[in-house]
């Protein structure tokens, strides 16, 4: 009796062992830490299912903040282990706003009718013919890479002689220069 009860004995100790085994890693699967910054009235960091949204880490951080915006978030996205959700207020959102309009009208205005253009005398445009890399990183569209080629081109070839020449520099277009073309001078 005891050669067949021992081995039963054993398999039935051999697949608890197993099955408490896939248990832990279950639940080591079931959690991930995410941090939540910004409008949230206590940020940090999260210990939260693996399936949550982040409408449940919302929750979790003790909802938003009065002054919390949630236009350009998905509350619906899944978490993933390692993110990070950032909750902007409605001014950052507003600020965000006015400089996507800014780049997209080319305009440094913005008013309640959309877009509006800035008095060329209030503020003071950049000469490329003498702006340092730092300046001409100011511009828009205008990366280190493409302020080196305008440098490198000016140095080569010369001052430039009108503001439109500056499209002969390799990468710098006819889009790029009418982002910039009420911002710089000769």
């Known amino acids: 009796m005891y050669k067949i009860i021992l081995p039963i004995f054993i398999i039935m100790i051999g697949m608890f062992l197993i099955f408490n085994e896939q248990d832990k890693s279950k639940e080591i ?3 991930i830490s995410v941090d939540i910054k910004g409008a949230v009235k206590s940020p940090g960091r999260y210990e939260i299912e693996y399936d949550a949204r ?15 915006s949630t236009k350009y978030i998905n509350l619906a996205k899944k978490l993933e282990d390692e993110m ?12 965000l706003d006015k400089d996507l309009m800014i ?19 209030n503020k ?5 013919n003498l702006a340092t890399l730092e300046e001409l990183m100011t511009l828009t ?4 890479t493409k302020a080196k080629a305008i440098i490198e081109y000016r140095t ?7 503001t439109e020449d500056i499209m002969n520099v390799k990468g710098i277009g006819e889009s790029t220069y009418n982002k910039i073309k009420n911002l710089i001078t000769i």
Do not use: W
């Open 103 to 121: 780049t997209y009208c080319n305009c440094p205005e913005i008013s309640n009718d959309g877009c509006v253009v800035e008095e060329e005398n």
């Open 29 to 31: 699967i079931d959690n």
């Open 54 to 68: 982040v409408q449940d880490l919302i929750k979790k951080a003790g909802g938003l903040r009065f002054d919390a």
């Open 124 to 128: 003071e445009k950049i000469n490329i």
């Open 156 to 162: 080569i070839n010369g001052n430039f002689t009108k």
């Open 84 to 95: 990070v959700v950032v909750i902007y207020t409605n001014e950052e959102i507003n600020d």
């Open 141 to 144: 569209g205008i990366g280190e």
